[in-house]
Each structure stands twice: as C-alpha cells, then as structure tokens.
C-alpha cells in the first residue's frame, strides 16, 4: 500500500546516477518530486 | 529512480543526452526505499510506477500510482510541487 498525501515523506540516502550521495532530508526547503519507475531501458 | 544500479542509471542519463535531474539508485539494499513508500513490488523485485511531491517541509502533497501502460504527467506534478 503507498503511503499518502498529509504524511511526512520517509527520509533516505541514495547515490545518483553521478555517483553522489543524495539525502531527501537535506532538500527541505525546496518542494521534491519523486518519480519511481520499475527499470531502466524498459520503455516509457 | 529504481531498483537500477547508479553505472546503470548513468549510463540511462546518457542514452537520454544528458538529464537536468537526479536519477537515483534505489539498489542496495535493493527497494529499500521503494518499500518505505509502499511500492515495492516483491513479485518482480522492482519499484512500481509512481510520484511523490513533496513540499518544502517535507511533507508529502500528492501522492500516485500509474497502472501499466501509464506514465506520470511531468508538468502537472511540477506545477503541484511549485503550489
């Protein structure tokens, strides 16, 4: 089940495609859009 | 992002020519993040489809999942994002 619109976003560290860390955590103060998607190079 | 690795995201980047966003690995541990938010699926081991706009206090305003063969609106979540 997603989780919903009114909750506060879950906090991670991912490495981009540049190889760097990214914190959501460290974005505030700026709005975030994420998008997920199942596989790169899958169409669409 | 997506369960791909980030050698596998950059090379994506670039089959693209460039990208102005990040494309972030959600690979080890794998889904790890896509299960926070709920949308993993255990069954093909990837993310499904889906957003998340977040505000400036880390709130989440708008939150979606796309069935097969639907693709998010790019402009329409940016204008949520911007209010």
Same mark, same amino acid.
């Given at each position: 089940?997603?989780?919903?619109?009114?909750? &506060?976003?879950?906090?991670?560290? !991912? *490495?981009?495609?540049?190889?760097?860390?990214?914190?959501?955590?460290?974005?505030?103060?700026?709005? =975030?859009?994420?998008?997920?998607?199942?596989? &790169?190079?899958?169409?669409? | 992002? &997506?369960v791909?690795?980030?050698? &596998?995201?950059?090379?994506? *980047?670039?089959?693209?020519?460039?990208?102005?966003?990040? !494309? !972030? *690995?959600?690979?080890?541990?794998?889904? *790890? =993040?896509?299960?926070? /938010? %709920?949308? /993993?699926?255990?069954d093909?081991?990837?993310?499904g489809?889906?957003?998340?706009?977040?505000?400036?206090? %880390?709130?989440?305003?708008?939150?979606?999942? /796309?069935?097969?063969?639907?693709?998010?609106?790019?402009?329409?979540?940016?204008?949520?994002?911007?209010?």
């Amino acid at each position: 089940m997603a989780i919903e619109a009114g909750i &506060s976003a879950p906090d991670f560290t !991912l *490495a981009s495609h540049e190889n760097e860390p990214i914190t959501l955590s460290e974005l505030r103060g700026n709005p =975030v859009v994420l998008a997920f998607h199942p596989l &790169s190079f899958t169409g669409g | 992002m &997506s369960v791909d690795s980030f050698a &596998s995201q950059k090379a994506f *980047a670039e089959a693209n020519g460039g990208i102005s966003f990040k !494309l !972030l *690995a959600d690979f080890h541990p794998k889904g *790890a =993040v896509a299960q926070a /938010y %709920g949308i /993993y699926n255990e069954d093909r081991g990837v993310a499904g489809r889906s957003s998340f706009v977040i505000d400036s206090s %880390g709130l989440i305003l708008d939150a979606r999942t /796309y069935p097969p063969g639907e693709l998010p609106d790019p402009q329409e979540l940016l204008r949520i994002a911007k209010g």
